[in-house]
């Protein structure tokens, strides 16, 4: 496997003379693909007996015979009637989740077929602030395949109620405008915010505009009357937080792009996909994406590919569950002349496929170049060096004790009603629910014959060694044990769960030690560790080895009675205060549904 750093192809305009000479066989391409089957998402057909004449990274020809443009250097490749697809767009995501940085990102899901992502990096913004988005949006420029970087919105998600390691406002949106590889604003999750006309969302969102980019939207509410509408008048151009087929329908019909998720945890394609396949809507605003992906799942399962596969199950016509996940995407990043289709002039990202409807990928192509064949990397990515002031961010200002997790119950109480953060299986959204808690010694006592253990969140980004205690429902632990996370969505603060406090000092202590990730410990013993030490959000080795990692910690949750899918999803979600209903923060309980402060006692 050969091993290089990548140059971009060069612009259209700059290489139109030549694509012409190559169309007309004046020159000879450097690359000629034959007797394909083009899926060509424009038209909705495919085509047989097509080829593709290639030259500097981007497609001169494509017809139904490019002899003419076969030259002595020419590399010739017969596809024998297979597939040619254009390659695959997320339209929305976050590398962060996959426990690794860009370079390992796209060394896992380049063999899935992915060619472009658009990544919003607010977890590490959180953290690092526009340090960070630079530095992720440096080593998405170096990287073979087209990753485009948005602007994070909101950091903090929602002020007021959590607070970040860094804060963004519109003078870093406006910076970050300028820059040559951001495609937009990341999706804008203070919809409340939106909806009142905060000064800062109106402002961010008017630098955007103001540059011609993109904003992306984040609407986590079932709530589509006044509140919905204000947040569309707002300017935000899709949203990817629908659960219902009635969520897509009233964003399309709004002028907004439904993009449709189905990430490690998140289960939202079927529903939605409804509004084309049943209610009959014209699938061309509708976009798929992945949102949060864990190593695993990128490893394992993979990637774009897996989610044509599923919407492709859901009754969707292949081709247009291809459309969903190339042409759509990327023309509502405005910029269709680049990439989402095979076509003349765009960037020679292309698949050739065995089996259309099962999206059998043989190889994979970007910018002419092939980067893998049947399942592997035939292309090897350098690694990409992240500075030291990147990593020890984890700071608790103090070793953590069993008596820091203690829930002090009312006076004189032998029991108490509590809120308690429920969680739904394959969805981002919480419940809010009410429960009689035990009291014993004065302390509110875990109930697991109701599946109710603690969660805490330990504040990491300054040192001031404070912790949050509150209740959860829906991991099912059956022993003694505790999950520590620096991954915690959005703040990045530290998040325990556990049934047993003395194990959720050890497993918190143990994240301090390493500089974050992910640890799970019973009884005094450590079951699995993934150190994440860049911001405490990403691991600086392979993603093969991230993942063998966070398959051991899968195998530990389950061990310890936790059989949720992709439980690790959930946890590192439980400070999410923009998605309802009921969140942890480092302020207190946040009860999304109002955006206000709530008592854990009622």
């Not at 394909?36 to 424009?42: D, E, F, M």
């Not at 030259?71 to 995501?93: S, W």
């Not at 939605?272 to 798929?288: C, H, W, Y």
């Not at 009689?436 to 109930?447: F, H, K, T, Y």
């Amino acid at each position: 496997m050969s091993s290089a750093r990548f140059n971009k192809p060069r612009p259209w305009h700059e290489m139109a003379a030549t694509l012409v000479d190559v169309a007309t066989g004046r020159r000879p391409a450097e690359l000629v693909i034959r007797n394909g089957r083009w899926v060509n998402v424009y038209s909705g057909e495919i085509i047989a007996g097509t080829d593709l004449a290639i030259t500097a990274g981007r497609f001169a020809y494509c017809g139904p015979d490019a002899s003419h443009a076969i030259g002595e250097g020419t590399q010739v490749i017969d596809a024998a009637g297979r597939y040619l697809v254009p390659g695959l767009c997320d339209a929305h995501m976050h590398v962060e989740s996959g426990m690794v940085t860009v370079t390992e990102f796209c060394r896992a899901v380049i063999p899935h077929g992915t060619t472009s992502m658009f990544i919003d990096p607010h977890e590490i913004a959180n953290v690092l602030g526009l340090k960070g988005v630079r530095l992720m949006h440096d080593e998405a420029m170096a990287m073979p395949v087209n990753v485009h970087v948005q602007m994070p919105s909101c950091v903090p998600s929602a002020p007021g109620l959590e607070t970040p390691g860094a804060t963004l406002d519109e003078k870093d949106v406006a910076e970050a405008m300028t820059w040559e590889n951001i495609i937009g604003l990341g999706e804008v999750m203070n919809f409340p915010g939106v909806s009142a006309n905060e000064p800062k969302m109106v402002a961010e969102i008017a630098e955007t505009m103001k540059a011609g980019r993109t904003v992306g939207g984040h609407y986590a509410s079932p709530d589509l009357g006044p509140a919905f509408h204000g947040y569309v008048a707002g300017g935000p151009e899709d949203d990817h937080e629908g659960t219902r087929a009635e969520d897509a329908i009233a964003r399309v019909r709004q002028g907004m792009r439904a993009m449709l998720r189905l990430g490690s945890a998140w289960y939202d394609v079927a529903e939605q996909v409804k509004a084309v396949t049943e209610s009959g809507l014209d699938p061309r605003n509708f976009i798929l994406c992945t949102d949060d992906c864990h190593s695993g799942t990128l490893v394992e399962e993979g990637h774009m590919d897996r989610v044509v596969r599923h919407a492709i199950a859901q009754g969707l016509k292949p081709v247009t569950a291809i459309q969903m996940a190339t042409l759509n995407a990327a023309q509502h990043f405005k910029i269709e002349r680049e990439i989402g289709s095979i076509a003349p002039g765009r960037l020679a990202d292309f698949l050739i496929v065995s089996d259309l409807a099962a999206l059998a990928i043989d190889q994979v192509y970007a910018h002419g170049r092939l980067l893998a064949e049947h399942g592997r990397l035939v292309a090897e990515i350098e690694p990409y060096p992240y500075p030291a002031e990147a990593k020890q961010t984890v700071k608790l200002g103090k070793q953590l004790g069993a008596t820091d997790f203690d829930i002090k119950a009312p006076e004189g109480a032998n029991s108490v009603r509590a809120r308690v953060i429920g969680v739904i299986e394959n969805q981002a959204p919480t419940r809010a629910l009410e429960m009689d808690m035990p009291i014993e010694n004065g302390l509110v006592a875990m109930d697991g014959a109701n599946d109710v253990c603690q969660i805490a969140l330990v504040e990491r980004h300054r040192a001031t060694g404070s912790v949050v205690n509150a209740l959860v429902s829906g991991f099912g632990y059956k022993k003694p044990c505790a999950m520590a996370s620096t991954v915690a969505h959005d703040s990045h603060h530290m998040i325990v769960v556990g049934t047993n406090k003395a194990d959720m000092a050890l497993a918190a202590n143990r994240l301090g030690e390493v500089g974050g990730g992910v640890v799970l410990i019973s009884e005094g013993r450590e079951l699995a560790l993934v150190e994440l030490p860049i911001a405490g959000l990403m691991s600086d080795e392979r993603a093969e080895i991230a993942a063998e990692k966070a398959a051991k910690l899968t195998a530990a949750m389950r061990e310890v009675g936790c059989d949720l899918n992709n439980a690790y999803m959930q946890h590192s979600l439980l400070a999410l205060v923009v998605i309802p209903e009921l969140r942890i923060s480092d302020q207190g309980l946040v009860d999304v549904r109002t955006f206000e402060r709530v008592e854990l006692f009622v």
